[in-house]
């Protein structure tokens, strides 16, 4: 089992350029999330969706929209780059919410 | 929403001695606290967890304590050794909405 696996692994964008990362667990999850990690900010949740057909905002949504495609996966996307979005994005996956969380290897995006 | 502060921010040990990190929340509502560990490069690894019908809950050197009243949770790590060395988070959850603190880096010297 692959875990959760998350792609790009690097990514440079220019200021106003769009890019969706992708994310999928093959761990039969219900739930799934995608999470921003900032330097002395932990991590922030962005969208999360509790079961397949449902999407929510976390805590930091602005700028950002996701699709929950299937069970295995969920994507999230910056339609209009912009710097204050460099950040390590993080996609999770739990069984339900309130459950230990997976977590796949990030994704380091950087945008000029 | 709720909101998670961390303590210490970095924090350094001998080898063999025990580590504390200690957080509070301000929802007395949440119910789950998970501790996760986090090494250089990769993403966080859920390390231990407990919910708010507990007070205590240990797995050999780790340990976690919950305070509802006084709304903070702390992390023990006993006979600490130098593969403990990582940023470790806590997390408040109450339903949907999941709150971490800002981790703590914690450093193992041999």
């Known amino acids: 089992n692959a875990g959760v696996t998350q792609t790009p692994k690097f990514q440079v964008l220019k200021t106003g350029q769009s890019m969706t990362l992708q994310c999928a667990q093959d761990m039969n999850h219900n739930s799934m999330y995608w999470y921003r990690q900032d330097p002395g900010m932990g991590l922030r949740l962005i969208y999360y969706?509790?079961?397949?057909?449902?999407?929510d905002k976390g805590e930091v949504p602005n700028g950002y929209n996701v699709s929950r495609l299937n069970k295995r996966e969920f994507s999230l996307r910056l339609e209009s780059a912009a710097p204050s979005q460099t950040s390590v994005y993080f996609c999770a996956s739990s069984e339900v919410t309130a459950n230990e969380q997976f977590f796949g290897p990030g994704t380091r995006l950087t945008v000029l | 929403g709720e909101n998670v502060e961390q303590h210490p921010s970095t924090l350094s040990v001998q080898e063999g001695d025990s580590a504390v990190i200690k957080c509070t929340y301000s929802?007395?509502?949440?119910?789950?606290f998970p501790w996760y560990k986090q090494e250089l490069g990769k993403g966080p690894q859920l390390i231990i967890d407990i919910r708010s019908n507990v007070g205590e809950k240990k797995d050999q050197r780790i340990a976690v304590t919950l305070n509802k009243t006084a709304k903070h949770f702390s992390l023990h790590i006993t006979e600490t050794q130098p593969e403990d060395s990582a940023v470790y988070f806590c997390?408040?959850?109450?339903?949907?909405?999941?709150?971490f603190g800002a981790g703590t880096r914690l450093t193992v010297k041999p």
């Open positions: 997390a408040a959850i109450l339903f949907n909405d999941m709150r």
């Open positions: 969706s509790a079961s397949e057909g449902t999407t």
């Open positions: 929802d007395s509502a949440s119910n789950y």
